[in-house]
């Protein structure tokens, strides 16, 4: 099996909006996703992506290769959250995607590096001292109780009232996951 170039999570909303605190609510779950899958296989990402689609057509889509890694839910969420919160929607949004790529496995000094306490911002893109927000440990620790105990037993308070949203399904090219 060839190594993964990116993770990603993507969803069709069944509430057509420009509400920017819901997209948000839904981005927070995709990014738990991501962040999810990319920890559980002990990888950095150093890029993200946000992208969605507009009802009457037409899309929003942004890139960024980053030269510090992120492998937290907080750093990307600050990321992808940032793009939506500055960009105008012309019209209600149907569909949501976000991802990392860029992958590769975390070094000592990298590990080192995630202490940090200034969250990355998504218009100045890691160029700053050490952009990463969370500590490896903190991350770790909720990761094991979150495995052990189950999925979201602990999670931030912006997953507060999201447990409806974004439900899990299976995507049929990635069943290795599974």
């Known amino acids: 099996v060839a190594p993964r170039k990116s993770i990603g999570h993507s969803y069709c909303l069944p509430k057509w909006t420009k509400d920017k605190n819901y997209l948000s609510k839904i981005l927070a ?5 991501v962040g999810e899958r990319l920890r559980s ?3 950095v990402a150093y890029g993200f992506y946000v992208s969605w689609s507009y009802v009457n057509g037409g899309h929003f889509g942004k890139s960024l290769t980053l030269t510090q890694p992120i492998f937290s839910d907080d750093d990307i969420f600050s990321l992808v959250n940032g793009f939506l ?3 105008i929607l012309p019209d209600k949004v149907r569909f949501l995607a976000v991802g990392v790529y860029g992958l590769g ?14 969250p990355p911002k998504a218009d100045q893109p ?3 001292k050490n952009p990463l927000a969370t500590d490896t440990k903190l991350v770790q620790a909720l990761d ?3 495995g052990r ?3 979201q037993v602990v999670y931030r308070g912006r997953m507060w009232q999201t447990s409806d949203l974004a439900k899990e399904r299976i995507g049929f090219r ?3 996951d599974v």
């Not at 779950?29 to 996703?33: E, G, I, N, Q, S």
């Not at 496995?105 to 200034?118: G, I």
């Open 149 to 151: 105990y189950g999925k």
């Open 29 to 33: 779950k995709l990014v738990y996703k």
């Open 105 to 118: 496995e975390p070094s000592n000094q990298t590990a080192m590096s995630f202490t940090d306490k200034h």
């Open 41 to 43: 296989q002990n990888q």
């Open 85 to 87: 919160s500055k960009t």
């Open 174 to 176: 990635k069943l290795d």
């Open 144 to 146: 094991t109780i979150n």
């Open 126 to 128: 890691l160029a700053k």
